[in-house]
């Protein structure tokens, strides 16, 4: 039985309320919308349009619905986590037990950073960066088509643990020896292990695919320093990812061979260090932070100077304060652990190299507003969520240098003042960023704007609950109340602990607001339609084609000769183009491969997590027959004729 | 009337605050912010003199954004032909100021961080005419271990000191990663297996100070709380005395049943074995498996990185 199924239990069933519930919830969630496809014959279409599809913009959308069902389920936890907070102090009740609490919040950690927040980074490189660089699609659409998969593989194992077996109860970075086999021999650990292998790995393809993209695939005339900023913000997030990922890979590796084989990398005894896996893990870790947040602010740059109307300040200086992030993100990453205890000077170093980042990003902040300076400032909804972001993002901001100074981090290190610096800049930054990149970028996809007003509403709830959810947290942090508890004996921390509660209700609506704006907003097409093209009046080369946009994205290769190309085309008159300008246009098959790998890592994942070896030794060899076969394929390629181009294109415009 | 409007709102905004304000703050005690010993009350100085000069960038920044956004906002009726500038995007003189001046305050809070990571170094002892009180930490699952192997006592979850007397703590751990902090007298610091970190404390005056564990290490973490008890000299005399003469004795049988994975109570116990403590931090070291790992080993000491790096090597020679 044992070698059929590994360790495969019917004890690993959810004994837990909350748990059976969701357990319950999430199969019968799936069931329906099974059902759903199968009722309306939509079975086809889904595959031959959506699951094999090797187009950027398609994929792009897929990691964007991913991600935001992720935020709900990340959501969610949060609810359940400040709930048990709010009702977990002296005389208070406990709402379900310890562990569930504890594999709550790291799931809500993982979840967030890997399925919320880089699924929407994905999902806005793939919608924008070979539309802004005036390419077809990104230079290895096969690879990107299996990223996503691979992708889909990690969330997939990640929701799975709550049907079957639990989670990991270690915090979203497991430290060991905590994960070890010695304090936690269960699935657990390993369904985070392999969740965040499987997508690592996804996300380092995808690293080194956009890094490819942008350096091989510009429109003719487009030299790096005419590119716009948020392509930069691309190529140097693309550089962190591959140079940071293959470390996430290499310390989950040696942690699952502790697991799996009996190492001793990192126990505690037989010669192994934890220390070496924290200091690894951040290795990664920080530059993650940098390579969630440097997107956004590229958004920023063509958001504000787009609603402004006028030209972003500071280019140059954009560029290089990018380029010092990048390379400042890491030199910095023993911040997260001062109070481990190492020496004055080992603390000093670091501490003052994190200060220094807030320099350049301190510099690019003052660009945006100089950007609004003198301009015309149009607050549509992209435009509101800046504003938020640059409220929230520079308290954050405020929380980080002050934590950057050892002695002081030695006083609120893994307190509540710490989960509310971090929140303060993923939320402000990262999530308020990506939110005002979907709105802006989205009828450039679909066809029809996003509703403004609902829009403005969600961001209004997003802030203002933000600031009630954590804010109080920082006066918790400066009390003594540490991370990750669920009950307390404090009285006096009862109302700030409510008040965050409250505050993650009125986020919830903002949520809701988010998601009624879709939704409303897909029942309101016709009136919301994007009839040019150009619905913001926009700067850059995405904005001249079509909305949506076509499967080729540009019908005739653009030619850039300056910053914001479109904006001067537009000023200096735009001119018909002529039938010999079409040309055939070579656009890569689309092919089930992709999924089928995908799949395949899921199998693995899961065989790795249950012991199940024959599984493992199969599901493996499957993933590398699969590449193979596509190696062996010499017609990747299909080629539009230019007249159907130029039909499809005048068809387009009118 | 529209002013009017105004102040009311702006009237019922400032109730809704203090209301809040008064329902968050009574009976709140912020111990970081009114700390009881000289480390953390440095360390709070520190944070409220480097809010203070980031201040001089954001509040500006802040201005700036709703001045600017009130300004040039598409729907204002009285702006005029002049106040839009679509092609003004450089300035080396505006650009420069903005590398600068946060360039300027980052290098004033570089050279507090230099000076302060060194004055406040956990490893440093405290200067005082009285001889600092030892305290070696244990970290259990799910409960802390205090040694005074001077006085021959130990306790668990809680942490008599006198006042005004330095407190060298060396902390270690028999459990996963967890980390050892009093926020009303400063410095948290991480306590690991086979290792031994240090720290230097003070309390300025007595008082009942609450300690935790900052970094997650199991089911009983929220637990895994103690209370120091800062007392005069006297009545710290005094408990020492009572102390010693506890019917509670901790010897390996003692610590064996601490060591399992449990909540524990507040307790004090005569110590028969001084070493206890080096024993500890040395089964880590010299045990290859984690079978082994509820057996203390003899002849452990404590061990400085160096060492620990040796000590490494050695077994991974014998490993093969």
């Given at each position: 039985m044992s070698?059929?199924?590994?360790?495969?239990?019917?004890?690993?069933?959810?004994?837990?309320?909350?748990?059976?519930?969701?357990?319950?919830?999430?199969?019968?969630?799936?069931?329906?919308?099974?059902?759903?496809?199968?009722?309306?014959?939509?079975?086809?279409?889904?595959?031959?349009?959506?699951?094999?599809?090797?187009?950027?913009?398609?994929?792009?959308?897929?990691?964007?619905?991913?991600?935001?069902?992720?935020?709900?389920?990340?959501?969610?936890?949060?609810?359940?986590?400040?709930?048990?907070?709010?009702?977990?102090?002296?005389?208070?009740?406990?709402?379900?037990?310890?562990?569930?609490?504890?594999?709550?919040?790291?799931?809500?950690?993982?979840?967030?950073?890997?399925?919320?927040?880089?699924?929407l980074m994905f999902a806005l490189f793939n919608i924008a960066v070979p539309l802004m660089i005036g390419a077809r699609d990104v230079a290895f659409p096969f690879l990107n088509s299996m990223s996503f998969w691979l992708f889909f593989a990690g969330m997939i194992l990640v929701n799975a643990a709550l049907i079957f077996g639990g989670f990991s109860n270690g915090g979203w970075l497991g430290y060991p020896p905590l994960t070890e086999l010695q304090y936690n021999p269960g699935p657990g650990v390993d369904y985070w292990i392999w969740s965040l292998q499987i997508a690592g790995i996804g996300s380092l393809l995808s690293g080194v695919n956009f890094f490819a993209t942008i350096i091989k695939c510009r429109a003719k005339g487009m030299n790096l320093m005419k590119m716009p900023i948020f392509v930069w913000s691309v190529l140097v997030t693309t550089v962190l990812i591959m140079i940071s990922f293959p470390m996430l890979t290499a310390s989950l590796?040696?942690?699952?061979?502790?697991?799996?084989?009996?190492?001793?990398?990192?126990?505690?005894?037989?010669?192994?260090?934890?220390?070496?896996?924290?200091?690894?893990?951040?290795?990664?870790?920080?530059?993650?932070?940098?390579?969630?947040?440097?997107?956004?602010?590229?958004?920023?740059?063509?958001?504000?100077?787009?609603?402004?109307?006028?030209?972003?300040?500071?280019?140059?200086?954009?560029?290089?304060?990018?380029?010092?992030?990048?390379?400042l993100s890491f030199v910095v990453w023993q911040h997260h652990f001062f109070t481990m205890g190492a020496g004055a000077n080992v603390n000093a170093f670091f501490g003052i190299m994190t200060m220094v980042i807030a320099i350049p990003t301190g510099v690019k902040l003052f660009n945006w507003i100089f950007?609004?300076?003198?301009?015309?400032?149009?607050?549509?909804?992209?435009?509101?969520?800046?504003?938020?972001?640059?409220?929230?993002?520079?308290?954050?901001?405020?929380?980080?240098?002050?934590m950057s100074i050892p002695a002081i981090d030695f006083q609120v290190h893994n307190s509540m003042f710490l989960v509310a610096h971090f929140h303060n800049v993923i939320i402000g930054g990262v999530l308020f960023g990506y939110i005002a990149g979907l709105t802006y970028w989205f009828p450039k996809i679909f066809g029809f704007r996003l509703h403004d007003g609902l829009g403005r509403w969600s961001s209004y709830f997003w802030v203002v609950g933000f600031m009630l959810a954590f804010l109080p947290l920082y006066a918790l942090g400066l009390m003594g109340a540490v991370r990750r508890l669920d009950h307390y004996d404090d009285p006096a921390w009862i109302p700030f602990f409510v008040v965050s509660a409250?505050?993650?209700?009125?986020?919830?609506?903002?949520?809701?607001?988010?998601?009624?704006?879709?939704?409303?907003?897909?029942?309101?097409?016709?009136?919301?339609?994007?009839?040019?093209?150009?619905?913001?009046?926009?700067?850059?080369?995405?904005?001249?084609?079509?909305?949506?946009?076509?499967?080729?994205?540009?019908?005739?290769?653009?030619?850039?000769?300056?910053?914001?190309?479109?904006?001067?085309?537009?000023?200096?008159?735009?001119?018909?183009?002529?039938?010999?300008?079409?040309?055939?246009?070579?656009?890569?098959?689309?092919?089930?491969?992709g999924f089928m790998i995908g799949m395949a890592a899921f199998v693995l994942g899961g065989a790795l997590i249950w012991h199940i070896w024959w599984l493992a030794i199969i599901s493996f060899i499957a993933i590398v027959l699969f590449a193979i076969a596509r190696t062996m394929d010499d017609f990747t390629e299909h080629t539009i004729a230019a007249k159907d181009v130029m039909r499809m294109d005048m068809e387009a415009r009118s | 009337m529209k002013k009017y409007r105004v102040v009311i709102g702006v009237a019922c905004v400032l109730v809704v605050l203090v209301a809040m304000g008064y329902f968050l703050l009574r009976g709140a005690h912020f111990d970081v912010l009114q700390p009881a010993g000289d480390i953390a009350k440095q360390q709070r100085n520190l944070l409220i003199f480097a809010t203070l000069l980031m201040s001089v960038v954001v509040i500006p920044v802040f201005v700036m954004l709703g001045w600017f956004?009130?300004?040039?906002?598409?729907?204002?009726?009285?702006?005029?032909?002049?106040?839009?500038?679509?092609?003004?995007?450089?300035?080396?003189?505006?650009?420069?100021?903005?590398?600068?001046?946060?360039?300027?305050?980052?290098?004033?809070?570089?050279?507090?961080?230099?000076?302060?990571?060194?004055?406040?170094?956990?490893?440093?002892?405290?200067?005082?005419?009285?001889?600092?009180?030892?305290?070696?930490?244990?970290?259990?699952?799910?409960?802390?271990?205090?040694?005074?192997?001077?006085?021959?006592?130990?306790?668990?979850?809680?942490?008599?000191?006198?006042?005004?007397?330095?407190?060298?703590?060396?902390?270690?751990?028999?459990?996963?990663?967890?980390?050892?902090?009093?926020?009303?007298?400063?410095?948290?610091?991480?306590?690991?297996?086979?290792?031994?970190?240090?720290?230097?404390?003070?309390?300025?005056?007595?008082?009942?100070?609450s300690g935790?564990?900052?970094?997650?290490?199991?089911?009983?973490?929220?637990?895994?709380?103690?209370?120091?008890?800062?007392?005069?000299?006297?009545?710290?005399?005094?408990w020492v005395k009572t102390a010693t003469q506890s019917a509670n004795l901790m010897n390996e049988a003692t610590y064996a049943r601490l060591v399992a994975p449990s909540k524990a109570e507040e307790t004090s116990y005569r110590l028969v074995d001084t070493s206890l403590y080096q024993k500890i931090v040395a089964k880590y070291g010299h045990s290859m498996s984690g079978e082994s790992s509820n057996h203390i080993m003899p002849n452990?000491?404590?061990?400085?990185?160096?060492?620990?790096?040796s000590d490494e090597h050695v077994h991974s020679m014998e490993g093969m």
């Open positions: 070698a059929l199924l590994g360790r495969l239990d019917w004890s690993y069933l959810p004994s837990d309320p909350v748990t059976i519930g969701a357990a319950i919830g999430m199969p019968l969630a799936l069931l329906f919308i099974v059902a759903a496809v199968t009722y309306y014959k939509k079975w086809k279409y889904l595959w031959k349009e959506w699951i094999i599809t090797t187009d950027a913009k398609k994929i792009g959308v897929m990691y964007g619905i991913v991600a935001i069902v992720m935020l709900l389920r990340g959501g969610a936890d949060a609810l359940m986590l400040r709930a048990a907070t709010a009702l977990g102090g002296p005389g208070g009740t406990q709402l379900f037990d310890t562990d569930t609490f504890q594999q709550v919040f790291t799931a809500h950690g993982t979840i967030m950073i890997f399925f919320v927040g880089m699924g590796g040696m942690l699952s061979l502790d697991r799996l084989a009996g190492m001793h990398f990192f126990t505690s005894d037989g010669g192994g260090n934890p220390m070496m896996y924290i200091n690894l893990i951040w290795a990664w870790g920080h530059p993650e932070v940098y390579i969630l947040v440097m997107p956004a602010f590229g958004i920023f740059s063509e958001v504000v100077a787009t609603f402004a109307k006028k030209r972003l300040f500071g280019y140059k200086t954009m560029v290089i304060a990018l380029i010092a992030i990048m390379f950007t609004m300076y003198k301009g015309r400032i149009d607050f549509k909804a992209p435009m509101v969520w800046f504003m938020c972001f640059a409220l929230t993002f520079t308290i954050g901001g405020v929380t980080g240098v002050l409250v505050g993650v209700i009125v986020i919830g609506i903002g949520v809701a607001l988010f998601v009624l704006q879709i939704v409303y907003s897909v029942w309101k097409r016709k009136t919301l339609k994007d009839t040019t093209g150009d619905p913001w009046d926009g700067r850059t080369l995405e904005w001249s084609v079509p909305s949506p946009a076509p499967h080729y994205n540009f019908a005739i290769d653009p030619v850039v000769s300056r910053i914001d190309e479109w904006w001067y085309q537009k000023q200096d008159g735009l001119q018909a183009p002529r039938a010999e300008d079409y040309k055939d246009i070579a656009v890569t098959k689309n092919t089930p491969l | 956004s009130w300004k040039y906002r598409a729907s204002n009726k009285n702006t005029k032909q002049k106040d839009y500038k679509p092609e003004w995007h450089e300035s080396k003189r505006l650009e420069l100021l903005w590398w600068g001046i946060p360039a300027v305050i980052v290098g004033a809070l570089a050279v507090t961080a230099w000076v302060t990571s060194h004055s406040l170094d956990p490893y440093k002892s405290i200067a005082s005419s009285k001889p600092a009180v030892e305290i070696q930490v244990v970290a259990l699952q799910w409960k802390w271990l205090f040694i005074y192997p001077d006085l021959g006592i130990a306790t668990v979850n809680k942490l008599p000191v006198p006042e005004k007397t330095p407190i060298h703590f060396t902390i270690s751990a028999d459990a996963p990663m967890s980390a050892f902090w009093v926020p009303a007298l400063g410095t948290q610091i991480y306590a690991m297996n086979g290792m031994s970190s240090q720290l230097n404390l003070i309390a300025d005056h007595t008082g009942e100070f935790y564990t900052t970094n997650i290490n199991g089911e009983g973490y929220a637990d895994m709380k103690f209370k120091v008890y800062a007392k005069t000299e006297k009545e710290f005399d005094a452990g000491s404590v061990m400085d990185d160096s060492k620990l790096e």
